[in-house]
């Protein structure tokens, strides 16, 4: 991959600062002061808020506390997906800190898988980045790794260690010098407008006449709505907080702007009014 190592920086230290608020209507014993953290775009919610439930859980009757879940403007988020992309999609033109409400109970079946534990998360995490080596090089590179390789991808997340992290997956970015990039780009793509699932298709980095397909390229092939939309309104997307340009090739946005589960995840959004 081409050394981009301070965009890799910036992505994995970009930063969000959030307020969390207990709902209104869970019952303390006290007065539930909120509670102020800079939430990591590239780790999960539910790997990066024990100290929020530790705060809350202190002024709560233990039989109260059932399984904490987050909203944000009556939006249940997904812990499943990255801090960043949930942000992107539902608070990026909102101003700062965010506001995140807490819940402990009335857990909200229909929008939210469960989070038992840490394990679960590790487990989706890697389910991700084997879905990706197998779009990317056939499951050849992350086969290949041994058992302490992949856990070395996933205490890099937990722990927040970026030379932890990129020590292992910077072998996921690779590909043979013949080679003008991986096999099918991993990408997911979220519109901020529909209740529909994310769009993913396969799509390769390079064009049948040998020229680097763009983003803009992708997006025409795959969601044409994004540019030019049927309404005449014009759209944001996004990546890790940015807009990168239309022209911007997909292989140097898949190296440089994945999350750590190796995915492109993009959001269409509304353009915010003046």
Request: overall charge negative; glycine content about 4%; aromatic content about 12%.
């Amino acid at each position: 991959m081409t050394d981009d190592k301070d965009v890799l920086r910036k992505v994995w230290f970009g930063r969000i600062p959030t307020c969390f608020t207990l709902y209104q209507d869970e019952i303390t014993e006290r007065e539930a002061e909120p509670y102020y953290l800079l939430l990591p775009r590239v780790s999960y919610l539910t790997l990066v808020t024990d100290k929020v439930k530790k705060h809350f859980q202190k002024v709560m009757r233990q039989e109260d506390v059932v399984e904490i879940w987050f909203e944000y403007e009556g939006t249940p988020l997904k812990w499943h997906y990255p801090i960043g992309l949930l942000f992107d999609l539902h608070a990026s033109n909102t101003a700062l800190p965010w506001n995140i409400t807490v819940h402990f109970k009335n857990f909200p079946e229909k929008d939210l898988l469960h989070c038992p534990s840490k394990d679960v998360i590790e487990a989706h995490f890697m389910a991700s980045i084997k879905e990706a080596d197998a779009l990317k090089h056939k499951s050849q590179v992350i086969n290949e790794m041994q058992k302490k390789d992949h856990k070395q991808l996933w205490m890099g997340l937990q722990n927040d260690k970026f030379d932890q992290f990129w020590a292992i997956n910077r072998k996921l970015m690779e590909y043979p010098p013949e080679d003008s990039g991986f096999r099918f780009i991993p990408f997911r793509i979220y519109q901020a407008t529909t209740e529909q699932p994310f769009i993913q298709k396969l799509f390769r980095p390079v064009a049948a006449d040998g020229q680097l397909n763009t983003l803009g390229d992708l997006l025409k092939e795959v969601c044409p709505a994004a540019i030019n939309p049927e309404d005449g309104e014009k759209n944001q997307v996004v990546i890790h907080g940015i807009e990168p340009m239309l022209e911007t090739p997909v292989q140097w946005l898949s190296e440089h702007m994945s999350y750590p589960d190796n995915f492109l995840h993009i959001s269409v959004l509304p353009q915010p009014a003046d």
